[in-house]
């Protein structure tokens, strides 16, 4: 799969799995703390839109609650419920739909939890409405959402630089925003919810396995490009080649993207 936007850039298959894996690892822990801020509760009724390999919606029912995962990717969700009978949860369900038409019943979801959607979608507000139909009056729309030009490295790696901005490029051409974290607020204002929590965290590698991660991530990115011909297979080989010489030096230092964290509520019916 090489599309954008709406439709969605990574293809599936091994690697991606692995992609989402690593997301997972390097991400999770804050995200439960995160739904746990916004007041997650054991007999929820809560939705994960773009839920990949559904972590989190597992995650959400081992704690109790009634947990749906939406995806566009067929492949994604046969992982996601093997996963979750394979754990034995009975309160996971995995469902394919597209998010601005998620299928649900109005007023009737008490948490919606996404990371890394909107910005990948062109028209992150709508999609937010979405949500906001179906979440009850008081309900929480909980959103982590990633800012990709705070991508850096210290030295600096004109290889991940040029590539984090001809990605972020590509992304605008398609109309997507992948600094979009930063304006996660006001799509949820626009949308129609009240802001309760905004806040913001930053990984920093110098060693480890993730150090790599957004080689690996921008690279996948760009090979869409160079399917549709915006980029030169030589142009990305270059670039990988420094992304690699900056991942092995013990010296240099990778930041990864920067995290947004959102807790909105959609209000309460005024009597
Ligand atoms: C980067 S992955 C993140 C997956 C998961 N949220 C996580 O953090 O591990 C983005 C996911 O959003 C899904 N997606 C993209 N566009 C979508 C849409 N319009 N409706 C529903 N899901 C979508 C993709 O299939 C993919 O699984």
């Known amino acids: 799969m ?21 997301i997972s690892e390097i991400h ?15 007999g929820h009724r809560f939705v994960e839109f773009g839920c990949g390999l559904g972590y989190v919606t597992r995650w959400a029912a081992s704690e109790g609650a009634h947990a749906t995962g939406i995806d566009l990717n067929e492949d994604h969700l046969m992982v996601a419920t093997a996963l979750a009978d394979e754990a034995g949860l009975t309160t996971a369900e995995f469902r394919s739909a ?68 001809i990605c972020i490029e590509g992304g605008r051409q398609r109309g997507v925003d992948y600094s979009g974290g930063r304006r996660v607020h006001l799509w949820a204002k626009e949308a129609g919810f009240e802001i309760i929590y905004v806040d913001a965290y930053h990984p920093h590698y110098l060693t480890g396995e993730h150090k790599g991660f957004w080689n690996w991530t921008l690279r996948a990115a760009a090979l869409g490009m160079v399917k549709e011909g915006s980029l030169t297979a030589t142009r990305l080989e270059e670039l990988v080649a420094g992304m690699n010489m900056a991942d092995a030096s ?22």
């Open 28 to 42: 999770d822990g804050r995200t439960r703390e995160l739904l746990r801020k916004a007041g997650f509760a054991a």
């Open 98 to 165: 597209n998010i601005y038409e998620p299928g649900l019943k109005p007023n009737s979801v008490d948490m919606s939890y996404s990371r890394w959607l909107m910005v990948r979608l062109n028209r992150p507000v709508d999609a937010m409405r979405a949500i906001n139909a179906a979440l009850k009056p008081g309900g929480v729309m909980v959103c982590e959402e990633a800012d990709v030009s705070a991508v850096y490295t210290e030295p600096p790696s004109a290889a991940y630089a040029d590539l984090r901005d």
């Open 250 to 271: 013990p010296d240099t230092l990778i930041a990864h993207c920067r995290m947004h964290q959102l807790i909105a509520k959609k209000p309460d019916i005024k009597v």
């Open 2 to 22: 090489s599309t954008i936007g709406d439709t969605y850039l990574y293809g599936s298959g091994r690697s991606d799995h692995d992609r989402l894996r690593v």
